[in-house]
């Protein structure tokens, strides 16, 4: 097994897209099989040297940042191992150092799809599931945890479980039960937090009364085990695609088109309408949000963006030769009754032009880096979400507060499940100090509508003080019990989700 210590040869391995400072490692070790994993947690259970997971360093939480002990690196799992053909879809099975791009493209050449799609595609497939990825497909199709049939993971202390969904819960009081190969058993109790009624949750362990134990890890942010091996539910490839970036002289007329697309959306999913040949129901796949300060930046590039559009949305809609003239048209009634500017939008129907609307919404990124790197800033951004019912009141919060602070702002994301990200753009170390001010307002703000702290990033080690607010420090004492009931000596992912100093108050 290769392991490396060399200080340049490991420096990648002290960081990740969070710009987190001051990691610090040992070694990086680079298993290639589960018996590898098995060996060095064992091997690090018993010395009690801490153990940070690594996958491709995308994360913006800091997650795989280590302070101390050895990294373990999933890259060398990379292969795929089977895709398996079924009437409503398939299943594929990969092992965690797979890049999802090219998981997704291995399966959509079978004709399948697999609908998680954070943006950052060269991350790792055990990657998205340690942190129940989501992106702008997640309106329709939900987040990476729906897709997770069955996952292999290697437990602090080298034992292997293979968990299929279905085979073990808990029971409806909390309690868990998880036969070990050894004969040995994990027993504990699940926290008893309520989570937020929200589509996009990724702050702290998933639980609910009866839950699959396979969820716990799903999310788990590589502090309960390490996920070598997935295997996920895939659907059939759409036929067809329509979609089109849509401007708005208003937010009023912005956020009632969104509203009325949502709302029809989950009508038609829940009853599962049976229409006539060549007929469909409006059914977005993915709803996005741009604000008057994101198109400010993208008519950087686009000098074709309307000058009186206060903001856009992104849509996306699956559709099949026969139904997409009818879905055409319902799109543009939804969007003229809702003043559009109809004239002035871009449509696609064909995936040359759909490969253009995509690279308009990463522009907006694009810039917005090249604005930090000229004023040598980090980005102050949110990741919060709320029920549908206190979007608009969470929306306004941002606004009102931006424009009074005379900061430098963009505001754009998922509002198809009231899951925004508000960037602050400080151009000096004061204003960077206003903007995280400003953060902790917002944090108070959602938590205040009975939203999440994060709805996709997760927690890593940058926002457990957030999820301290969220939840209290009772639960986050359950959470760490819940730990070391799979983690006895507390090696894995120290730092993630809790501090550290939850765990040595149970020694």
Known sequence: MLTKSDP???????????????GHVERVAFPETAAEVAAILTQASKDKTQVTVSGAGTGTVGGRVPFGGIVLATEKLSQIKSLIHEDA?????????????DFQQFVRAQGLLYPPDPT????????????NASGARSFKYGPTRKYVQRLKVVLAQGEVLDLRRGEIKADETGQIRVPLPSGQAIQCQLPEYQMPQVRKHASGYYVEPGMDVLDLFVGSEGTLGVIVEVEVALIRRPERLISGIVFFPSDEQLLAFVREA??????????????????????????????????????????????????????????????????????????????????DSWFALNEQEQEKLREFRHQLPVLMNEWFARHRQRKVSTDMAVPDQNFADLLRCYKETLMSSN???????HIGDNHVHVNILPRNDQEASAARD???????????????????????????????????NPQLKAMARLKVAFD???ILGRGNIFSEDYLHELN
């Open 89 to 101: 879809g398939g299943r594929g099975v990969a092992e965690a150092g797979v890049r999802l791009i």
């Open 407 to 413: 900061l430098r702002y963009t505001i754009f994301g």
């Open 262 to 343: 949502r709302s029809r959306s989950l009508r038609t999913r829940s009853t599962g309408s049976q229409l006539g040949k060549g007929e469909a129901e409006v059914d977005a796949r993915a709803l996005e949000y741009f604000d008057d300060q994101s198109l400010g930046f993208l008519r950087q590039k686009y000098e074709a963006v309307p000058a009186n559009a206060a903001g856009a949305v992104f849509f996306e809609q699956e559709s099949e030769v026969a139904t997409e003239d009818s879905l055409m048209r319902q799109w543009l009634t939804l969007l003229e009754s809702n003043g559009a500017l109809v004239d």
């Open 8 to 22: 340049d040869e490991i420096q990648s391995f002290l960081a990740d897209a969070s710009y987190l400072r001051g």
């Open 120 to 131: 950052e595609r060269s991350c790792f497939l055990g990657g998205t599931v340690a942190t």
């Open 488 to 490: 006895p000596a507390g």
């Open 438 to 472: 400003i953060y902790q307002a917002f944090v108070r703000r959602a938590l205040e509508l009975g939203g999440t702290v994060s709805a996709e990033h997760g927690i890593g080690k940058l926002k457990r003080d957030y999820l301290k607010q969220m939840y209290g």
